[in-house]
């Protein structure tokens, strides 16, 4: 890796980290030496990107800096591209509009010799050929969770029993034939998910859902992420 990108990938890493990074996690993620961080570390802070930190503790990259262009390695292009055509395929109208904005957002702002990568990316998602519809307003959906507001749902489950249910909506999860609307169940006093093809009808309510959405999410999130 040459120096030039060294240095932008420890911007990156930096960034995207909320805590301190070690020299020896630089070193290790870059494929380097202790003492290259270092030096690079340096390099950097002497063209006044401001890092804080010391070796021994670790280094962060105060707020609000940001590079002036728009840089991206050949795998960062892929990923843009393998994702922004995965939402446009299988995400709502409003969403794939959106994702199809991102893309050209991106191309106007790439450098002009590495913009033929995005057009031509070899990572590309599959159709879905077989989506059944949503049985709500998904876009509306997105809006009610940004704002925590509750619904009710009318709610044909794999057995065909139907049942009425009011929801705190937490997030929508995607897949490649249906989309899932994770939520706090009312009636279960629980979380659960629902198919958003199986939803038989659904009312948007003003009412405000109660505490920090954000709180709910971390803890389904952790409840997943033990088996829960």
């Known amino acids: 890796m040459r120096k030039a990108e060294r240095l932008f990938q420890i911007i990156q890493i930096l960034r995207r980290s909320g805590r301190p990074v070690t020299a020896d996690a630089l070193a290790l993620e870059l494929e380097t030496s202790r003492r290259s961080v270092y030096r690079d570390v340096a390099a950097l802070i002497g063209q006044r990107v401001p890092i804080r930190g010391e070796a021994g503790i670790g280094y962060v990259l105060e707020g609000g800096f940001d590079l002036p262009p728009l840089m991206l390695t050949a795998d960062e292009i892929d990923a843009v591209s393998l994702g922004v055509h995965w939402v446009a395929q299988h995400g709502d109208p409003a969403l794939a509009r959106a994702a199809r904005d991102v893309l050209a957002k991106v191309a106007a702002v790439l450098p002009e010799e590495i913009r033929p990568f995005l057009d031509d990316s070899p990572a590309r998602s599959v159709p879905s050929w077989s989506r059944p519809p949503d049985g709500l307003d998904v876009g509306q959906l997105r809006l009610w969770i940004r704002e925590a507001r509750k619904l009710t749902i009318a709610y044909k489950d794999e057995n065909d029993r139907l049942s009425e249910r009011t929801l705190w909506p937490l997030l929508i999860g995607y897949r490649d034939a249906t989309r899932l609307l994770v939520a706090w169940c009312e009636l279960r006093n629980d ?38």
Not at 194 to 223: E, T
């Open 191 to 228: 979380f659960r998910t629902f198919r958003l093809d199986r939803i038989q009808h659904a009312i948007f309510l003003d009412a405000i859902i109660p505490g920090r959405p954000a709180l709910l999410r971390a803890k389904w999130q952790k409840l997943q992420s033990e088996g829960c």
